[in-house]
């Protein structure tokens, strides 16, 4: 079956604390990108990936970091977590050209 | 740069009622146009997507949009509302080299039976 898988889907944690979320896709999609989702602002665009070993800041970095070591792969990293990052985050895949984003379910992350 | 406003934080109708939702873009080039639903605790899914083949754009569940260049505006239509139709909707826009869309700040559906 086609997807975006992430993982986890819930997590809470404490302010400073390194964490990682994972997102993989089996659509063996080129464009890879990171949303958050919150009450009146829609989705804001974190990082994208145009290609393996190519990222480029979104809409709101500050705070995230990404990697694309692997076509499939595209982590989100918050090295040092704050309340102001507890949010709904989106990982989304498409293929190359204006097609299409297919998303994950969703991470509820919340920093306490 | 590119934008997307979404009229509307939330729109209520009675079911069977007509359906519409507000999309305007600024591009000053021809865009890519999509709207997505998303419902309870899901992520987001394609209703449909224009890419210049023709201003009507038809979609799943039937929905259908309209692009209208002389207004900038895609707006969502359903001529009937149904229960199942309550979820929020996003309307997002790509142009030129950048593929991955902006998104509106959505609006939220709302059905009376």
């Known amino acids: 079956e086609a997807q975006v898988t992430q993982n986890p889907r819930y997590l809470i944690t404490v302010t400073g604390k390194k964490l990682t979320v994972t997102c993989s896709q089996n659509m063996n999609h080129e464009y890879m990108s990171w949303y958050r989702q919150d009450p009146g602002l829609g989705l804001r665009q974190i990082y994208y990936s145009m290609n393996v070993e190519v990222t480029d800041k979104g809409d709101v970095p500050e705070g995230y970091k990404v990697s694309r070591k692997e076509k499939r792969n595209f982590p989100l990293i918050l090295e040092s977590p704050s309340p102001n990052q507890t949010s709904l985050y989106f990982c989304a895949s498409s293929s190359r050209g204006h097609n299409e984003q297919f998303f994950g379910p969703g991470t509820r992350l919340t920093v306490l | ?113």
């Open chain 2, 1 to 113: 740069a590119q934008s997307v406003t979404q009229l509307g934080s939330h729109v209520s109708v009675s079911e069977g009622a007509l359906v519409l939702l507000r999309c305007n873009y600024s591009s000053s080039v021809p865009p890519y146009l999509f709207w997505y639903v998303q419902y309870p605790n899901q992520g987001l899914q394609l209703l449909l997507k224009y890419t210049s083949a023709a201003t009507l754009v038809k979609g799943i569940n039937g929905f259908e949009a309209e692009f209208k260049k002389s207004e900038t505006s895609f707006h969502l239509t359903k001529p009937s509302a149904h229960m199942s139709d309550a979820a929020e909707y996003f309307c997002a826009v790509s142009k030129g080299g950048s593929y991955i869309p902006t998104f509106g700040r959505g609006t939220s559906l709302i059905v009376h039976p």
